[in-house]
């Protein structure tokens, strides 16, 4: 769900309610303890619900970049708060984005519901691979965890310079 969409538990579930009647099967939004009361709003709407913490993409500027979360014995305890928080709440399954893999994997054990690693490591019980990484959408970051099968960023501006040029010649 995108950010600000959540704010409070009843923009929670009218915001869920609209993506599933558009054809979601479930929503995800990002935070954990601090977004109990909204996941547990969704949930009891009947809204199956996914879980997002580690890093947050939406709030990337706020957090000062995109930064490996729970390398310190305090971040993997928040991470692990956070996790058992959105399980209880509700959640189905909970992602782990660039979640140190010890704490990924700590957090993977701890929880009965299935954790889906984003450049968290390989002990999570599932993988996603953002597809504007794969691509290389973005020619300002590429995470250390990919290797884009491709440079669309470079391709986009070069039609993009070539369209400005034509244009300019009439």
């Known amino acids: 769900m995108p950010i600000h969409s959540y704010d ?10 609209i993506l599933i009647k558009a054809g979601a099967q479930a ?7 601090s977004h109990v009361r909204q996941i547990e709003a969704i949930v009891s709407a009947g809204i199956p619900f996914m ?4 890093m947050l993409p939406q709030s990337v500027r ?3 970049g995109y930064k490996v979360k729970g390398r310190t014995l305090e971040q993997a305890g928040a991470l692990l708060h956070d996790a058992r928080a959105v ?6 399954s909970v992602v782990l984005e660039i979640v140190a893999p010890e704490t990924a ?4 054990q701890a ?4 954790s889906i690693g984003i450049g968290s490591g390989k002990e999570c019980d599932g993988q996603i691979l953002v597809t504007h990484d794969l691509i290389g959408f973005f020619p300002w970051f590429t995470p250390k965890f990919v290797a884009p099968e491709a440079k669309v960023a470079e ?16």
């Open 8 to 17: 409070t538990p009843e923009q929670s579930v009218a915001t869920a309610r």
């Open 27 to 33: 929503v995800k939004l990002e935070g954990g303890v």
């Open 51 to 54: 879980a997002h913490i580690g």
């Open 62 to 64: 706020e957090e000062g």
């Open 87 to 92: 399980e209880r709440a509700g959640a189905f």
């Open 105 to 108: 994997k700590m957090i993977s």
């Open 111 to 114: 929880i009965a519901i299935p």
């Open 155 to 170: 391709q986009i501006r070069q039609a993009a310079r070539a369209f400005v040029a034509r244009t300019r010649r009439g």
